[in-house]
């Protein structure tokens, strides 16, 4: 009994913990502040351009049936035919005149400039249209645009979206793992590859087919590249300073969404889009150099000596010493190698069906599951229809976006003195609620919005 109880106090006096260890060296010195403002913080913003860039690709602007035998007359005119008329089906451009509109101006007193839309008729023959012309005013291109994304084929920029978010799940699982096998820093530059070259691929479409494809490799890099540098900087810092982070992050992908509604004012056309908001995160490839291996993953696969060097890093940048006996026992597990029960721990690992094999840990892992289903399907669906409130489309998408860093303010502050759960309880009550208010709002147009 004696022995068991030596050899149990033994092992647990020989683990490395690195939260002790953080608040001799640094729980958030120079090293972390550095790593965390230059480097960690601003791989969290390719996210949002990716992951809502897509809005703005797949822009409708107003469009109407192609009448080639107008082509004399300006777009303003062939575009009143539709905008004037009574008829449902030829006011929403999917429908037109099935006449001969030569004949119509032969016997009509049109000049150049008339409406044309008091030579209609309600009682003539209709007919599907198989080609449309667009409002380039505002919009220069877009998948609607090119692929004629319209009537029939409305759905598709749907189906764009779908393919966005499918791709969301798998990547996460994928990078994941990923995580755990070749570590934080190669996964998050494998990531970030994943990223640019979907978004190259977009680009490139020459149809909606390849296009939704490459949609869903960008998915596979959503939220997984926001999450590594988040985890990164978790596992650098001690564990007073934790919720700080986690509010500086989701502030920092904040700033990619406000980057993001500058960058579309300025840039109307999807193909260029697609470049814009990728190819200059190539030069984040530079980190490459400077971004460290997460300490804690280093030692859980008992890589220690790259640890060691990481930790004496910090610590001599903290302006602090590495406690000697934190190196004995480094140094003791390095001529040891591994205990057979972290050999047997790496070998196996916990795995996905950790998270189920308690009742306690299913339960935990069912309500975490349903909680985040819940909160990305309202921020997704409030994300997505934030630039068709008002009449300014990129000014409605930077105020949705906005909004979002007092509520970070807010959940650092409630998480700090609260906890976790009961604020989380309070957010999702209140959201609840202010999301059943706005079903029961009157539609129309008595309530007018407010644009710039």
């Not at 209709?126 to 090119?146: H, P």
């Not at 084929?153 to 749907?158: G, K």
Request: net charge neutral; hydrophobic share 40%; charged share 15%.
């Amino acid at each position: 009994m004696d022995d068991s109880h030596t050899t149990e106090n033994k092992g647990k006096n020989d683990e490395v913990d690195l939260d002790e260890i953080l608040p001799i060296i640094g729980e958030f010195g120079r090293y972390q502040k550095l790593l965390l403002w230059l480097v960690c913080l601003p791989a969290c913003i390719p996210c949002g351009f990716g992951a809502f860039n897509q809005l703005f690709m797949s822009d409708v602007p107003p469009y109407w049936c192609s009448e080639p035998q107008l082509s004399n007359f300006t777009a303003d005119q062939r575009r009143q035919i539709y905008e004037e008329s009574n008829v449902t089906q030829i006011k929403n451009g999917c429908m037109r005149y099935a006449i001969n509109w030569t004949e119509i101006l032969e016997s009509s007193d049109v000049f150049q400039g008339e409406n044309l839309g008091r030579l209609t008729n309600e009682s003539w023959p209709l007919e599907k249209c198989n080609s449309w012309e667009y409002d380039t005013s505002l919009v220069q291109s877009s998948i609607v645009i090119d692929y004629d994304l319209v009537c029939e084929r409305d759905i598709y920029p749907t189906v764009g979206l779908a393919a966005l978010n499918l791709g969301g799940p798998i990547g996460v699982y994928f990078f994941g793992v990923l995580n755990d096998r070749i570590g934080r820093r190669k996964s998050y530059f494998l990531c970030l590859a994943t990223l640019i070259v979907g978004s190259l691929l977009t680009a490139s479409a020459m149809n909606f087919w390849w296009w939704a494809v490459s949609r869903v490799i960008v998915g596979l890099t959503i939220p997984a590249v926001y999450q590594i540098p988040f985890i990164i900087s978790l596992e650098l810092v001690g564990p007073n300073y934790r919720s700080f982070i986690t509010v500086m992050t989701c502030m920092f992908y904040t700033l990619g969404l406000v980057l993001l509604s500058g960058v579309t004012y300025y840039v109307r056309n999807w193909v260029y889009l697609a470049v814009v908001t990728s190819t200059p995160f190539a030069a984040y490839f530079v980190y490459w150099w400077f971004l460290p291996e997460s300490p804690r993953w280093l030692l859980a696969k008992g890589r220690l000596e790259e640890a060691l060097k990481i930790l004496e890093t910090l610590a001599r940048v903290n302006g602090t010493v590495l406690p000697e006996t934190f190196k004995q026992k480094l140094k003791q597990k390095m001529m040891m190698q591994r205990t057979l029960s972290e050999e047997k721990r790496l070998k196996e690992g916990p795995g996905v069906l950790a998270l189920c094999r308690t009742p306690n840990m299913r339960l935990k892992t069912i309500l975490i599951t349903f909680n985040w289903f819940a909160n990305d399907m309202v921020y997704i669906g409030l994300s997505y229809y934030g630039p068709s409130l008002g009449q300014n489309q990129y000014l409605s998408f930077l105020l949705s976006s906005v909004v979002e860093v007092p509520s970070c303010l807010v959940c650092w502050l409630l998480m700090d003195r609260w906890g976790r759960r009961w604020p989380l309880c309070l957010a999702m009550t209140l959201s609840g609620i202010s999301c059943i208010i706005t079903v029961t709002l009157p539609s129309g147009k008595k309530y007018k919005p407010i644009t710039c």
